[in-house]
C-alpha cells in the first residue's frame, strides 16, 4: 500500500536554508514585481501563477491603491513561503 | 508502488480509516462505505503496470497519516470562490469537480482571481468517464464522509499539515510556446468565434484552418516560465466556434505549441530523470495525453488517473500535476 506517513516518507526533503531576508514593502523591487518592469522567470509554481494574476489584475486597475494591494498580495506569500520561494525572491531583489 | 486496487482491498483501508484519494468507475465507487475519502469517476489509468483502462480497479493515493483532514465539503459554482476560505492556513486541498457542470466552467474561468489561491495549495482533478460515453454519462464525484455521490458540485477535501511542513504543487508540460503568431482574446470562456492575431481581429476558426488545423497541438501561455496550455475539443462548422477544454482568458498572450520532437513517453521520463522529485503525495496526468500519445501499455516515472482537467491552484490541459510534502522549518 501507498502508505506515506509523514516521517518515513521519502519525498520530505528539507530545503536548504538560504539566507534571503524578506525587503520591507516599501522596497522599490516590490512595485517593479508588481508592474512586471523586469522580465523573471521564476523556480517555483505558485510565484508564477500569483507574478501572472497580479499581471491581469494590474491590467484591470492600474491604479496606485491596486498596486499597493496587490504589492500586500505579494509580501503576504512570500512572508509564508520564504523558504520555497527563496530563489524567486532573490530574483525580485537582485 | 502498487497503486491500483481491489474493491475488497479499498473497502478494508477505508475501514482501517485511512484518508484516501479514489478514482475508479462510477459504478465502483458508488459501493464503497462511508470513511475518510473522496473520488471521481474516471476508468483511465497511468500505474505502475502502465497505461491502462479498468472498470474492476480503483486508484489509491493514500494521504501521510500526520496529515489532518480538517473537513470533507461540498461545493456548488456559487460556493466554489469560497474553497480558499475554507482551507487551512498551512495545508492542502485537494478538489474533484465533474466534467462538463457549471462548477466546472466556474473553477476553469474564475479560480486564478480567487482570494489567496496561490497560498493555500489546492490539487486535484476533472472526473470523466469512458470516452464513448462524453455527452451520455454524467461524470461524477463522491464526498466518502457522507456517502453522497454528486454530478453537479465538487468535492473538496481540506487537510492540514504539522507547522514545518508545506506542500508544493508542480507540474509537468512537455509543451512550449511556438515562434508563430500571438494570440489574445476579448472575452474568457471554453469557447470563441473571434481572437486577435497580433493584434488584429480575426476568425479563430479561420486562423486554426490556416495552422492546418491540428488540434492535438494546445494554444501555450507563458506565465513568468510556466507552460500553461489549452486544449482544442473542436470546431463547429456552422457556427465557425472553436471548443477548447479549458477556457482562455481575456488579458493573456497565446501561441501555438511546438510539437514534440520525441515521442510523449520518451520525452517525458528523459525530463523527469534529469530532476530530483519527491514522491509524490497526489498526482495525475491527462486523458488527452493518454489518447494522443497512445501511453496504454506505455510506462511513466510518475503515476495517477488520467484526468479530464488536472488541477494545481488553476485548471490545466495536457499536463501532469504533483503535490509534495516539503519540511520548511
Not at chain 1, 56 to 74: F, H, R, V, Y
Not at chain 2, 2 to 14: C, D, R
Not at chain 2, 204 to 228: C, Q, S, T, W
Request: aromatic content about 10%.
Amino acid at each position: 500500500m501507498n502508505d506515506k506517513s509523514l516521517p518515513e516518507f521519502p519525498g520530505f526533503e528539507s530545503l536548504s536554508h538560504k539566507n534571503i531576508m524578506l525587503q520591507p514593502k516599501t522596497n522599490p523591487k516590490w512595485k517593479e514585481f508588481v508592474l512586471a518592469q523586469k522580465r523573471y522567470t521564476f523556480s517555483f509554481l505558485a510565484t508564477k501563477m500569483l507574478a501572472q494574476r497580479i499581471q491581469l489584475a494590474i491590467k484591470t486597475d492600474g491604479s496606485e491603491a491596486n498596486i499597493q494591494k496587490c504589492i500586500d498580495e505579494a509580501y503576504a506569500f512570500f512572508t509564508k513561503y520564504e523558504k520555497m520561494a527563496a530563489g524567486d525572491l532573490q530574483q525580485i531583489f537582485s | 508502488m502498487k497503486t491500483l486496487f481491489s474493491f475488497q482491498e479499498v473497502e478494508q483501508m477505508i475501514h482501517d480509516g485511512k484518508m484516501l484519494l479514489l478514482g475508479a468507475t462510477d459504478t465502483l465507487l458508488a459501493k464503497l462505505p462511508k470513511g475518510n475519502w473522496i473520488g471521481g469517476s474516471i476508468p483511465y489509468f497511468m500505474s505502475e503496470r502502465g497505461g491502462l483502462y479498468s472498470d474492476n480497479e480503483i486508484y489509491v493515493d493514500t494521504l501521510p497519516s500526520d496529515a489532518h483532514i480538517v473537513s470533507i465539503t461540498n461545493y456548488d459554482a456559487g460556493s466554489i470562490p469560497n474553497v480558499t476560505a475554507d482551507a487551512p492556513e498551512n495545508g492542502l486541498s485537494i478538489i474533484i469537480i465533474p466534467a462538463f457542470t457549471e462548477v466546472h466552467t466556474e473553477y476553469a474561468e474564475n479560480a486564478i482571481m480567487y482570494n489567496n489561491i496561490f497560498a493555500k495549495p489546492i490539487t486535484g482533478w476533472v472526473a470523466g468517464t469512458h470516452v464513448d460515453e462524453i455527452g451520455k454519462t454524467k461524470p461524477t464525484v463522491f464526498n466518502g464522509k457522507t456517502g453522497e455521490r454528486l454530478d453537479d458540485k465538487a468535492v473538496v477535501m481540506h487537510c492540514e499539515l504539522p507547522d514545518g511542513i508545506q506542500a508544493r504543487l508542480e507540474i509537468v508540460n512537455l509543451f512550449t510556446q511556438g515562434a508563430g503568431d500571438t494570440l489574445t482574446f476579448e472575452k474568457t470562456g471554453f469557447a470563441q468565434t473571434e481572437c486577435f492575431v497580433n493584434g488584429v481581429k480575426s476568425s479563430f476558426a479561420e486562423v486554426m484552418k490556416k495552422y492546418n488545423g491540428d488540434l492535438r497541438l494546445p494554444l501555450v501561455a507563458d506565465y513568468y516560465g510556466a507552460m500553461i496550455n489549452v486544449c482544442f475539443a473542436n470546431i463547429d462548422e456552422a457556427t465557425q466556434s472553436v471548443s477548447m477544454f479549458a477556457p482562455v482568458l481575456k488579458g493573456v498572450e497565446y501561441k501555438l505549441a511546438t510539437p514534440l520532437s520525441k515521442p510523449y513517453d520518451t520525452a517525458f521520463n528523459e525530463l523527469l530523470a534529469t530532476q530530483q522529485n519527491a514522491a509524490p503525495v497526489f498526482s495525475c496526468n491527462c486523458i488527452l495525453n493518454y489518447l494522443y500519445a497512445e501511453l496504454e501499455g506505455k510506462k511513466l516515472t510518475i503515476t495517477g488517473p488520467m484526468t479530464f482537467g488536472e488541477i494545481n491552484y488553476v485548471l490545466f490541459n495536457q499536463t501532469l500535476v504533483s503535490a509534495t510534502f516539503e519540511r520548511v522549518g
